[in-house]
């Protein structure tokens, strides 16, 4: 039985709040920590989902549509691209970070929570989609009526089935002149052998079948598993730095609850922290006094260090802890690796600072130290593609203000000598003396035999190893 909320009462010794001697902000804050503290929702009415799909497909502004219908985001805050705040990701068009952010639907006379997790579409950011599954239960598979399945529809569509998340098949953008849905249907019949009246058609730019969306996810989405009573067990999929509160990290409670002020360990690090503040995901964060079993929520415990928070790390409680982690993500294999300069020399340390700070929230950014004859002291960094290299270089410049020199990009190459033992080499100037080279690997592509797809878009699927004998 949940426990009535304290009565505040005024007394000449006793600090009280009055509402003619406080500020109307701080008031309505108070009561909005107030309510989210003793609001609960069963784990049955929790649907935890992501939308996956080829970019340009219109996922945000699908997002957007939903965000709106679900009066989650009203008047100012109604704007293009709600989820995607970075500069870069509106100047561009394109989603570069994971969004997540909690809805409140009502169908059947009760009120469901959904959390909604918004993907990049471009190949070069699959490791944000990889992390954002991980946290779901299901997916909005989105496919453009005028474009149809692409590269990514399936590479995405492929990583979701893998962690058996329910699929929901979106035919989007049905408005366009050049739409054509019953082909488009006809593809994904193919592809996922799902019958036809499952496909929702909608439109993210007029709204129309959007409520059936909500619907379909409601009742196809299956609710979180979980045991409130096992030991705690949040998955970190996400973190992000601030300068005033330290480092935030995003996670899904597995098993268990965490409450403010609890006493918590990360286990992959062995780091231990107080939860100064817990809540979840709507526009802004939303403090609670508790995130339970199956929720998507936040957690500020003033860690400075990029070092100590992982994304696939499992946070637990340190009176009584999990016996064990979750399985947390696929160590990321960067494609493409440049050297990293800073044009001071004096700030080396302030670039290796923001890098560490980049790859909080971009797991996928790898870097190492490295010094070169010409450049001096920097960095070897690797990328995911050069599209991810370059949004990384105008981040640096945006958020840290550093101004640096790039190498031309390549790739990494696997050389064995003579005797058997690998070196791996980033840059001609690393081979070793000729003659003591058996044979070169490099990477290739190797395509699968797909029908009715472009050949050009099927090269991002798949990258194998080929041997070139020297």
Known sequence: MQSSPPILKKSHNDFYID???????????????????????????????????????????????????????????????????????????????????????????????????????????????????????GALLVVDASQGIQAQTI??????????????????????????????????????????????????????GVADILKAIVERVPAPKGDPDAPLQCLVFDSVFNQFRGIIAYYKVVNGSIKTGDKVKFIATNMEYEADEVGVLKLDMAPRSEVKTGDVGYIISGIKTSSEVRVGDTITHIERPAKEAIEGFEEVKPMVFAGVYPIETED???????????????????????????????????????????????????????????????????????KGKMLEVHNPSGLPDIASIDHIEEPYIRLPSLHKLPILDLSYLFVWTKEVSS
């Open 155 to 208: 590479s995405n569509l492929y990583m979701a089935i893998e962690n058996d998340l329910t699929i929901i098949p979106v035919i989007n953008k049905i408005d366009l002149p050049s739409a054509n849905p019953e082909e488009v249907e006809d593809q994904i019949v193919d592809l996922l052998g799902e019958d036809a009246e499952h496909i929702i058609r909608a439109s993210g730019k007029t709204g129309e």
């Open 19 to 137: 509402t003619l001697y406080i500020s109307d902000i701080f008031l309505s804050n108070f009561v909005a920590y107030y309510l989210l503290s003793y609001s609960s929702f069963s784990m049955k009415n929790i649907r935890n989902f992501c939308i996956i799909a080829h970019i340009d497909h219109g996922k945000s502004t699908l997002a957007d549509r939903l965000l709106e219908i679900t009066n989650t985001v009203s008047g100012k805050d109604l704007q293009a691209q709600v989820l995607d705040n970075m500069d870069l990701e509106r100047e561009r068009g394109i989603t570069i970070k994971s969004h997540a952010i909690q809805m409140e639907y009502k169908q059947g006379g009760e009120t469901y929570v959904l959390n909604l997790i918004d993907t990049p579409g471009h190949v070069d950011f699959s490791y944000e989609v990889s992390r954002s599954i991980a946290a779901c239960e």
């Open 348 to 418: 080396f340390e302030n670039l290796r600072s923001s890098l560490e700070k980049l790859q909080l929230n971009d797991a996928s950014l790898t870097f190492t130290p490295e010094s070169s004859a010409a450049l001096g002291f920097g960095f070897r960094c690797g990328f995911l593609g050069l599209l991810h290299m370059e949004i990384i270089q105008d981040r640096l410049d945006r958020e840290f203000g550093m101004n640096v020199i790039t190498t031309v990009p390549n790739v990494s190459y696997n050389v064995y000598d003579k």
